[in-house]
């Protein structure tokens, strides 16, 4: 080949190369190297620190079943200095299968609930007690349940199973059912054939399951369980005059399954949460009280509230167009925070606040989760910040907000309150604790924007 040939095909080697590099999603000021050299004297760099962030108590999530099929329903109960005491339970319904045959002389040898934990957290080396109630009042599947659900007074207080595990991850865990009195809601309808082949008769009389865990643990874990998962079940081994007759052995065992699946099984996880007796109790919902930190838990436990308190008199100073735009929230180190860097939510969403106190995306997030595995570019990942070798590494949550906030220069957005909470709130149980806004403070939430001023 011809040297001229050569030297081509490098130089689109070598283009091809610098245009992947350009366009990492972590690069905060794309394009701005573009600019020709006489225009960079437009180009412009602030940090907002005037921020003001305080905790506030988290509102109410709907945790009913949406069909979702690798959803976790949390059941267990934490305990720290740095946000309390968590709790949280599930309710479910099983489902009538067309494999279990009714007919007389009845025998049941066993009823097992199985149910598959794919996820743990907390004290994950103690033992955890599980307890399965009969749920006394029906719930149904197309109605909306919030967090806040109040199980009290909705089961039978004396629990159907009990039993003591020590929880691993992506593992099956069986629960006998051996109470007489439930088992007799079998054999009072041995041979009646409607109830077991209609969802709303069969759910009038088996309305499901409330349950519950602790850990033997001080610290507590959470157990994570996959209920739409098939191997979450109710199975029966049973016998009657509709299976079988082996004329040497007697009647002949089989098992029936009742599912539940994300299609016609309700299932709601409560929380509940109690601060008493750690600083976050001191100051969160209050305005009024200045905090070195701010917090984030999931399980509607905590988040954080936050706006921007100069924002009309940076934007008196004339129009601009927003480069780039990032919100930094740092992480409170392990030492002052108590919090162990590998027990840190692995990412954190932001919310703006409307007037009538609904939550809503970001304008960022929306535009990019139209597009295929692009949501991600949105951010509110934990990531290490190096301030070099002879520095500790500190951690931080960095969302990109430039088109919202280009919309709040262009008072096109005039909502001005934002909230920070954790992701995927519903099954994560997981908290942070996170620098405020606070002068005093080293590091503070800030927002960072390049801009061109027209």
């Known amino acids: 080949m011809k040297k001229k040939g050569l030297w081509v095909r490098a130089l689109i080697t070598g283009i091809m190369v610098l245009a992947g590099w350009s366009c990492q999603v972590d690069d905060q000021e794309l394009g701005t190297d573009l600019l020709p050299p006489d225009d960079a004297v437009f180009l412009f760099r602030d940090t907002?620190?005037?921020?003001?962030?305080?905790?506030?108590?988290?509102?109410?999530?709907?945790?009913?079943?949406?069909?979702?099929?690798?959803?976790?329903?949390?059941?267990?109960?934490?305990?720290?200095?740095?946000?309390?005491?968590?709790?949280?339970?599930?309710?479910?319904?099983f489902n009538p299968t067309l494999t279990y045959k009714t007919g007389p002389n009845l025998t049941i040898d066993s009823l097992v609930l199985y149910l598959h934990i794919a996820g743990l957290d907390g004290d994950t080396s103690a033992r955890m007690t599980f307890r399965v109630h009969e749920l006394t009042e029906r719930i149904y599947r197309d109605s909306v349940y919030y967090s806040?659900?109040?199980?009290?007074?909705?089961?039978?207080?004396?629990?159907?199973?009990?039993?003591?595990?020590?929880?691993?991850?992506?593992?099956?865990?069986s629960f006998l059912i051996d109470d007489p009195g439930y088992l007799d809601k079998f054999y009072v309808r041995e041979t009646d054939t409607a109830v077991f082949r209609n969802d709303s008769l069969f759910k009038e009389e088996f309305r499901g399951f409330y349950i519950v865990a602790e850990s033997e643990s001080v610290r507590g874990a959470m157990a994570g369980i996959q209920l739409n998962n098939a191997l979450s079940r109710v199975a029966m081994k049973y016998a009657s005059d509709s299976t079988e007759v082996d004329s040497t052995a007697g009647q002949d065992?089989?098992?029936?399954?009742?599912?539940?699946?994300?299609?016609?099984?309700?299932?709601?996880?409560?929380?509940?949460?109690?601060?008493?007796?750690?600083?976050?109790?001191?100051?969160?919902?209050?305005?009024?009280?200045?905090?070195?930190?701010?917090?984030?838990?999931?399980?509607?436990?905590?988040?954080?509230?936050?706006?921007?308190?100069?924002?009309?008199?940076?934007?008196?100073?004339?129009?601009?167009?927003?480069?780039?735009?990032?919100?930094?929230?740092?992480?409170?180190?392990?030492?002052?925070?108590?919090?162990?860097?590998?027990?840190?939510?692995?990412?954190?969403?932001?919310?703006?606040?409307?007037?009538?106190?609904?939550?809503?995306?970001?304008?960022?997030?929306?535009?990019?989760?139209?597009?295929?595995?692009?949501?991600?570019r949105f951010g509110g990942y934990l990531k290490p910040v190096s301030s070099g070798m002879f520095s500790d590494t500190t951690y931080s949550y960095r969302f990109n907000v430039t088109l919202h906030f280009q919309a709040m220069v262009n008072q096109e957005v005039l909502a001005n309150n934002f909230i920070l909470q954790v992701s995927d709130a519903r099954g994560n149980p997981r908290f942070a604790k996170l620098w405020s806004s606070l002068p005093a403070n080293r590091q503070r939430v800030r927002l960072e924007v390049v801009y061109l001023k027209l």
């Open 48 to 93: 907002i620190f005037e921020i003001d962030a305080g905790a506030v108590n988290g509102k109410p999530l709907m945790t009913h079943e949406r069909g979702e099929n690798t959803r976790l329903f949390l059941v267990g109960s934490t305990r720290d200095t740095v946000v309390g005491l968590s709790k949280a339970s599930l309710i479910t319904q």
């Open 148 to 173: 806040n659900f109040d199980p009290e007074g909705r089961y039978d207080p004396v629990p159907l199973a009990e039993t003591s595990i020590i929880p691993r991850s992506n593992t099956t865990y």
């Open 253 to 376: 065992f089989v098992w029936s399954t009742f599912a539940i699946n994300e299609y016609s099984s309700q299932k709601i996880n409560v929380f509940e949460h109690d601060h008493s007796g750690t600083y976050l109790a001191g100051i969160i919902d209050r305005e009024e009280v200045t905090s070195r930190y701010c917090y984030v838990q999931g399980m509607a436990g905590v988040n954080t509230r936050f706006s921007f308190a100069t924002l009309q008199e940076w934007i008196d100073r004339g129009p601009v167009v927003i480069s780039s735009a990032s919100l930094v929230f740092d992480v409170v180190p392990e030492p002052e925070s108590g919090i162990s860097l590998g027990t840190l939510p692995d990412r954190l969403m932001l919310l703006f606040e409307r007037d009538g106190g609904s939550y809503e995306s970001l304008y960022d997030y929306i535009s990019l989760r139209q597009i295929d595995n692009a949501a991600s």
